[in-house]
């Protein structure tokens, strides 16, 4: 048999075969104990619970698929052998699951039991088990599930409903061949069984592995960046990234993989692809995979890693240029802080320390989201956040914005006073190095805003009591949403010199969201024209110099505003928006202090910097412009219910 010195991992041999030291051992073992002050471990007591509770399940499932194929007329004895069989994935498959945690499950059929017995005479026999709570079925979903609360475990269950006329406990899911004749959904289903089988086969150390994965996920939640949904990475993308530096230092100790962790990924050449394995050049089954080569689309992706069972994906399709800048910058604190940590001049909990989000940034935008009753609350939370990836697209498209950063935390109400059902999220933003320019984000903001009530609106979700409200806020003005400890969380960021030198500009003309055009040609905007701007909108900010050099902190009126409130509910939305345009100036000092350290973006603003002198915004009828595109989309909603409509016809007249 092929020992582990023998045996290659990876794509490439490893950097170092070396034998971990004592010292290595001894800060492992404190790593260890570090993190078991955050209850990322589940009692032994807990972990029998949980596989009970599997036990059962298996049992149900398995009775579940003999019961179905009695009812098909399927002969006793041939039902009593079709078997059938629960995978479980993700956290809990890698042996990283924290206290707490829900369990990732997969039920395997036979062909007899299609996916409508599952959401059917499954969800029924649930129904009448009297540990089951909190039964829910998604079965529209992307990858359709059924999510209940078992025993007081939280599980999620897919299907996958295989080719075989038998599933034997025996059955690899990492097998190829099981995928043949099988639709999207069962494929899509499969798929995370397989990926997470995948990277324990992968790994040279298994043991090593989970402790670096635990440690890892650890810190990225405190920093906040483990998030898939908000553009950063998930829990499958942090296995993958840790399972590489595993394969390239497979005899090394978990302490030190975590440096190596950090010093990887802090210098490596994205988007140049993390690859657990070889991808297969013959695709023989013809489903999509990850492939740049032949799917344009693929290109564009910023942070490829990719899975490495078959179909190959990106699991990090959703990573944007500030959310990649972010990592990145975090990935080379990481390194600082572990490398000091090995000098045994600082302890664990050093690298375990929350992120300083709100001490970081001059600027923020807060989506507030709210309802007035718990279920129509849950619904709307879930689609704004799902969403809010494409508000920090739009601003990262802003030419005179450097960072858009989102932290995943979200908040609940400060006080009674602002309801029970109150969501909020935050996005810092970084200016560029501009001087006393206008910086319009109406339609940054308003475009998402309009995006989040149509998309409830198509799926019937959205209800009157849903309300949705987008504004900006100064660093000084956190404390009317979120608590002071909140607020001065993680420790203060370091003072940073800035450059006074402006970025050049561009030729390009950027048109700001009334239809006026961005004079970008270098020219002071004139005395009348800022007074212009003043009087038509008392909530145009001006920010001084002086003002900006304040302690570090802008001075600003109390309800000063930089960008457009988005305070549009249902009624709103159907009658259409007032139109309102609210512009900020922001001096040089202003924009390029962000209270502290903060990532370069590369590639942000890529439609061109901003001027080197003042940048005006004249501005014509942001009515009229709204007004217009109104009358466009409800022309696009009555041509799509017309086509609707002719495609119902037809079907009716081939049936009769």
Same mark, same amino acid.
């Given at each position: 048999?092929?020992?582990?010195?023998?045996?290659?991992?990876?794509?490439?041999?490893?950097?170092?075969?070396?034998?971990?030291?004592?010292?290595?051992?001894?800060?492992?073992?404190?790593?260890?104990?570090?993190?078991?002050?955050?209850?990322?471990?589940?009692?032994?007591?807990?972990?029998?619970?949980?596989?009970?509770?599997?036990?059962?399940?298996?049992?149900?499932?398995?009775?579940?698929?003999?019961? $179905?194929?009695?009812? &098909?007329?399927?002969?006793? /004895?041939?039902?009593?052998?079709?078997?059938?069989?629960?995978?479980?994935?993700?956290?809990?498959?890698?042996?990283?699951?924290?206290?707490?945690?829900?369990?990732?499950?997969?039920?395997?059929?036979?062909?007899?039991?299609?996916?409508?017995?599952?959401?059917?005479?499954? +969800?029924?026999? !649930? &129904?009448?088990?009297?540990?089951?709570?909190?039964?829910?079925? $998604?079965?529209?979903?992307?990858?359709?599930?059924?999510?209940?609360?078992?025993?007081?475990?939280?599980?999620?269950?897919?299907?996958?409903?295989?080719?075989?006329?038998?599933?034997?406990?025996?059955?690899?899911?990492?097998?190829?061949?099981?995928?043949?004749? !099988?639709?999207?959904?069962?494929?899509?289903?499969?798929?995370?069984?397989? $990926?997470?089988?995948?990277?324990?086969?992968? %790994?040279?150390?298994?043991?090593?592995?989970?402790?670096?994965?635990?440690?890892?996920?650890?810190?990225?939640?405190?920093?906040?960046?483990?998030?898939?949904?908000?553009?950063?990475?998930?829990?499958?993308?942090?296995?993958?990234?840790?399972?590489?530096?595993?394969?390239? +230092?497979?005899?090394?100790?978990?302490?030190?993989?975590?440096?190596?962790?950090?010093?990887?990924?802090?210098?490596?050449?994205?988007?140049?692809?993390?690859?657990?394995?070889?991808?297969?050049?013959?695709?023989? #089954?013809?489903?999509?995979?990850?492939?740049?080569?032949?799917?344009?689309?693929?290109?564009?992706?910023?942070?490829?890693?990719?899975?490495?069972?078959?179909?190959?994906?990106?699991?990090?399709?959703? %990573?944007?240029?500030?959310?990649?800048?972010?990592?990145?910058?975090?990935? /080379?604190?990481?390194?600082?802080?572990?490398?000091?940590?090995?000098?045994?001049?600082?302890?664990?909990?050093? #690298?375990?320390?929350?992120?300083?989000?709100?001490?970081? +940034?001059?600027?923020?935008?807060?989506?507030?989201? &709210?309802?007035?009753?718990?279920?129509?609350?849950?619904?709307?939370?879930?689609?704004?956040?799902?969403?809010?990836?494409?508000?920090?697209?739009?601003?990262?498209?802003?030419?005179?914005?450097?960072?858009?950063?989102?932290?995943?935390?979200?908040?609940?109400? !400060?006080?009674?006073?602002?309801?029970?059902?109150?969501?909020?999220?935050?996005?810092?933003?970084?200016?560029?190095?501009?001087?006393?320019?206008?910086?319009?984000?109406?339609?940054?903001?308003?475009?998402?805003?309009?995006?989040?009530?149509?998309?409830?609106?198509?799926?019937?979700?959205?209800?009157?009591?849903? +309300? #949705?409200?987008?504004?900006?806020?100064?660093?000084?003005?956190?404390?009317?949403?979120?608590?002071?400890?909140?607020?001065?969380?993680?420790?203060?960021?370091? &003072?940073?010199?800035?450059?006074?030198?402006?970025?050049?500009?561009?030729?390009?003309?950027?048109?700001?969201?009334?239809?006026?055009?961005?004079?970008?040609?270098?020219?002071?905007?004139?005395?009348?024209?800022?007074? #212009?701007?003043?009087?038509?909108?008392?909530?145009?900010?001006?920010?001084?110099?002086?003002?900006?050099?304040?302690?570090?902190?802008?001075?600003?009126?109390?309800?000063?505003?930089?960008?457009?409130?988005?305070?549009?509910?249902?009624?709103?939305?159907?009658?259409?928006?007032?139109?309102?345009?609210?512009?900020?100036q922001i001096s040089n000092e202003d924009s390029n202090d962000s209270g502290g350290k903060r990532p370069h973006s590369p590639g942000a603003g890529d439609m061109g910097s901003p001027p080197k002198k003042a940048t005006g915004i004249r501005r014509r009828s942001f009515g009229i412009i709204y007004v217009v595109t109104t009358f466009l989309?409800?022309?696009?909603?009555?041509?799509?219910? /017309?086509?609707?409509?002719?495609?119902?016809?037809?079907?009716?007249?081939?049936?009769?």
């Open positions: 048999m092929m020992s582990l010195q023998e045996r290659t991992f990876g794509i490439t041999s490893p950097i170092s075969l070396g034998q971990p030291k004592a010292i290595d051992l001894e800060l492992s073992k404190k790593l260890e104990d570090a993190m078991k002050l955050y209850s990322v471990f589940e009692s032994e007591e807990n972990l029998n619970h949980r596989m009970d509770v599997l036990g059962k399940i298996n049992i149900l499932v398995k009775a579940w698929i003999t019961g $179905v194929a009695l009812h &098909k007329n399927m002969p006793e /004895k041939a039902a009593a052998n079709v078997g059938g069989k629960v995978c479980t994935f993700g956290s809990y498959r890698l042996g990283v699951h924290t206290k707490g945690a829900d369990i990732d499950t997969l039920c395997i059929a036979p062909r007899h039991v299609e996916r409508s017995d599952f959401f059917t005479s499954f +969800y029924d026999l !649930l &129904k009448e088990q009297p540990e089951v709570k909190e039964l829910r079925a $998604v079965e529209e979903a992307y990858v359709p599930v059924i999510k209940m609360t078992f025993d007081g475990i939280e599980l999620d269950m897919l299907f996958a409903r295989l080719a075989y006329a038998q599933c034997p406990e025996s059955l690899d899911v990492r097998d190829e061949s099981i995928l043949k004749n !099988l639709d999207q959904k069962c494929v899509r289903s499969l798929n995370g069984s397989r $990926v997470t089988d995948e990277i324990l086969h992968l %790994v040279p150390n298994v043991e090593n592995f989970r402790m670096s994965l635990r440690a890892i996920k650890l810190w990225a939640k405190k920093r906040g960046i483990y998030s898939n949904a908000l553009g950063f990475l998930g829990g499958v993308s942090w296995a993958m990234l840790v399972a590489r530096v595993c394969q390239l +230092y497979p005899n090394t100790a978990p302490a030190v993989l975590l440096q190596k962790f950090f010093l990887v990924y802090s210098k490596w050449d994205w988007p140049q692809p993390i690859l657990l394995k070889q991808m297969s050049t013959d695709n023989k #089954l013809g489903f999509p995979v990850w492939d740049p080569r032949i799917n344009p689309s693929d290109r564009f992706h910023l942070m490829p890693i990719i899975t490495p069972a078959y179909p190959q994906q990106n699991s990090t399709f959703n %990573v944007t240029t500030s959310t990649r800048a972010i990592m990145i910058e975090e990935f /080379k604190e990481g390194l600082d802080v572990t490398t000091v940590i090995l000098e045994q001049l600082e302890s664990w909990d050093r #690298l375990f320390e929350p992120s300083n989000f709100f001490q970081r +940034y001059r600027h923020y935008i807060v989506i507030i989201a &709210k309802a007035d009753n718990q279920e129509h609350h849950l619904e709307w939370v879930g689609l704004v956040e799902s969403k809010i990836r494409l508000l920090v697209q739009n601003l990262e498209r802003n030419p005179f914005i450097e960072l858009a950063h989102v932290t995943p935390e979200s908040f609940g109400p !400060l006080n009674e006073t602002e309801g029970k059902h109150v969501t909020k999220w935050f996005v810092g933003l970084v200016f560029k190095k501009i001087e006393n320019a206008n910086v319009d984000l109406t339609f940054d903001i308003q475009s998402f805003s309009d995006t989040i009530y149509r998309q409830a609106a198509m799926i019937k979700m959205l209800k009157e009591d849903m +309300y #949705l409200e987008v504004k900006h806020v100064k660093r000084k003005q956190l404390v009317d949403y979120i608590p002071h400890n909140i607020i001065n969380r993680g420790r203060p960021p370091k &003072k940073k010199t800035h450059s006074t030198t402006n970025t050049p500009t561009t030729n390009k003309e950027r048109r700001s969201s009334n239809g006026s055009e961005l004079n970008t040609s270098g020219m002071k905007m004139s005395q009348s024209d800022s007074e #212009l701007t003043r009087h038509a909108n008392p909530n145009v900010v001006h920010l001084s110099m002086e003002e900006a050099n304040d302690s570090g902190v802008a001075s600003l009126q109390s309800g000063d505003v930089l960008s457009q409130n988005s305070e549009l509910g249902p009624e709103s939305f159907d009658k259409g928006a007032n139109g309102e345009v609210l512009t900020s989309f409800d022309m696009l909603q009555i041509i799509q219910c /017309k086509t609707m409509l002719a495609m119902l016809h037809t079907q009716g007249c081939n049936q009769d």
